[in-house]
């Protein structure tokens, strides 16, 4: 809960004004719901009294008459404007969250980031911020409204009818429904978190059944997967029913406590009444008052049914939001005079104690291409992530643009370095969205001429030109076109420093070699540093540097 509340806190701050204007409207409506009952219960006693003891003829209906007119109309006023501000409010605060929630994600290690599991971690993000954004709409605004409601009606109960009757109302509304929350909620955290849990699983298993449906149905893997997927729906199937039932256990109970107050409350009325205390009337307001503040209560019970979910939300998004690495306001500053773009001395990596490879020492020069060669799994990849500061060398010292790496801002290095991993990255969105991910505002002709140096603008035009839609994560393109468009897309960023992971695999030889050549006739001033296997790659290196196993 106290993550929960950590959440919910910083959303209310984020959107002050429109949520406490929203908290107005809601106290609105609600008191306008009571008051318009009590008025109408008050109205018809006092009419029916008046009209038995003959004064039917004075009596005054036309004022309550308006004021319930202005009540009922007044209420569905109040109750439009108070959703499209909370609403709205809530919902530009959990965009912002998600934001803040995307940025903590990138902010946590290399390694961390590897292991996560693309499907599985939107889900979780999508799920969560779903559950947070009905906190404030479902559970704290309709709360503190409805205790604002509770205590002025029962202050103005013992003011109007009688302090036993506001006693009653108020103690019977505060204090029960309060408790059948708490046990509520203890009852129902279990079966909300298997719940959400079995959910997020098969929601993950689904995109994974989607994404991976031809290679499952070529294994023979297909009908597994797609039972693996209804016995995790079928498990949140069963922990939902079990959420329903504590739903309708807690619904019974409001209602009796409804009840009761509502007895409490008329038999404390005809008391008053048979000692001369009050008139029928005034007793009726309490009474009317009483079933009136069964509506205030009523959200308990979709609160409840959440509240597990919110709980666990806000448990797994609170840590996430935390930026790690906070920026140093004494960060060195690139120095674009340095004699080598990046420059490393006697480094090696050993998390186990045992060095991945022997120590290595290269510079890579303005305009140099620099070749990491080795056999696969020997750490040519490590190196490309230590030299942007990704990683941290467990021996030696690494220099980018003259200064550590780690200790220079993220921004620094984006803007000056390029990483291109061998998984490329491209999104179900048209060829020219793809390479704007790198600039923005970059120009058709900017976007064709970075096309043609990776030798893809031939085969881009005859497709349909820049405007050609690919499928999810690049289909539509072969493995070797994919490739060269993730390399055009880093030629856009005219880095000082390019940092290719094995950047011509799936391309012939003949392909290779023009593409290593468009790649450095594109970018002559920025340095290179290229994990390779291929000749292609190998022949346009100004050093090849060895990378051997230990």
Not at 59 to 65: E, G, K, L, Q, T
Not at 447 to 463: G, H, I, S, Y
Request: hydrophobic share 50%.
């Amino acid at each position: 809960m106290k993550d929960l509340l950590a959440i919910v806190t910083r959303i209310s701050r984020a959107e002050r004004t429109a949520l406490l204007r929203g908290l107005a409207l809601a106290v609105a409506v609600l008191a306008m719901g009571v008051s318009l009952l009590a008025l109408s219960g008050w109205f018809i006693m006092a009419t029916a009294a008046a009209g038995i003891a003959g004064i039917g003829i004075l009596f005054n209906v036309f004022a309550p008459s308006a004021m319930v007119r202005f009540l009922a109309l007044g209420r569905s006023a109040a109750r439009y404007g108070e959703r499209v501000l909370t609403h709205d409010a809530t919902l530009r605060a959990v965009s912002s969250l998600r934001i803040a929630l995307l940025r903590g994600l990138l902010s946590r290690p290399h390694r961390a980031l590897e292991q996560l599991r693309a499907a599985s971690e939107l889900n979780r993000i999508t799920a969560d911020t779903e559950a947070l954004d009905g906190a404030l709409l479902r559970l704290i605004i309709p709360a503190v409204a409805g205790w604002i409601t509770i205590l002025a009606a029962s202050l103005l109960l013992g003011w109007l009818v009688d302090p036993v009757v506001a006693l009653i109302v108020g103690g019977g509304y505060l204090i029960l429904p309060t408790a059948i929350f708490l046990a509520g909620q203890r009852a129902a955290k279990r079966p909300a978190r298997l719940a959400e849990t079995a959910l997020q699983a098969g929601r993950s298993r689904m995109v994974d059944l989607v994404a991976g449906r031809d290679d499952l149905a070529v294994f023979g893997q297909l009908q597994a997967a797609t039972d693996r997927v209804q016995d995790a729906l079928a498990r949140a199937t069963e922990a939902r029913a079990r959420l329903d039932q504590i739903e309708r256990i807690t619904g019974m109970l409001l209602d009796l406590v409804s009840a009761l107050v509502t007895v409490g409350s008329l038999t404390a009325g005809i008391l008053l009444v048979q000692s001369g205390s009050i008139t029928v009337a005034t007793a009726a307001i309490g009474v009317f008052a009483a079933l009136a503040l069964a509506e205030v209560v009523a959200p308990v019970r979709r609160a409840l049914s959440e509240i597990g979910r919110m709980t666990q939300a806000a448990k797994r998004i609170r840590p996430a939001l935390r930026v790690q690495g906070t920026s140093d306001h004494n960060a060195p500053i690139p120095d674009p005079a340095a004699a080598h773009i990046v420059e490393m001395q006697d480094v090696t990596f050993g998390e186990t104690g045992t060095p991945l490879f022997n120590p290595v020492s290269l510079s890579v020069g303005r305009g140099e291409m620099v070749v990491l060669e080795g056999p696969s799994g020997s750490g040519k990849s490590t190196l490309l992530l230590a030299a942007i500061g990704a990683l941290a060398p467990t021996q030696g010292n690494v220099r980018l643009f003259g200064v550590d790496p780690r200790r220079l801002p993220f921004e620094a290095v984006a803007d000056g370095a390029v990483l291109v991993t061998q998984r490329s990255a491209l999104i179900a969105e048209s060829v020219a969205a793809n390479l704007r991910l790198a600039v923005p505002g970059a120009s058709e002709d900017d976007l064709w001429a970075a096309l043609d140096a990776v030798c893809l603008a031939n085969t881009v035009r005859d497709r349909g030109g820049l405007e050609l839609r690919l499928g999810m994560r690049g289909a539509g393109l072969s493995g070797g076109e994919a490739r060269r468009l993730v390399l055009a897309r880093a030629i856009l960023r005219a880095p000082r420093l390019l940092l290719l992971d094995e950047p011509t695999e799936g391309l012939d030889t003949a392909t290779a070699r023009n593409v290593m050549l468009g790649l450095r006739h594109a970018c002559p001033d920025a340095g290179f540093l290229v994990a390779a296997h291929r000749a292609a790659e190998r022949d346009q290196a100004d050093r090849i540097v060895r990378v051997a196993s230990s």
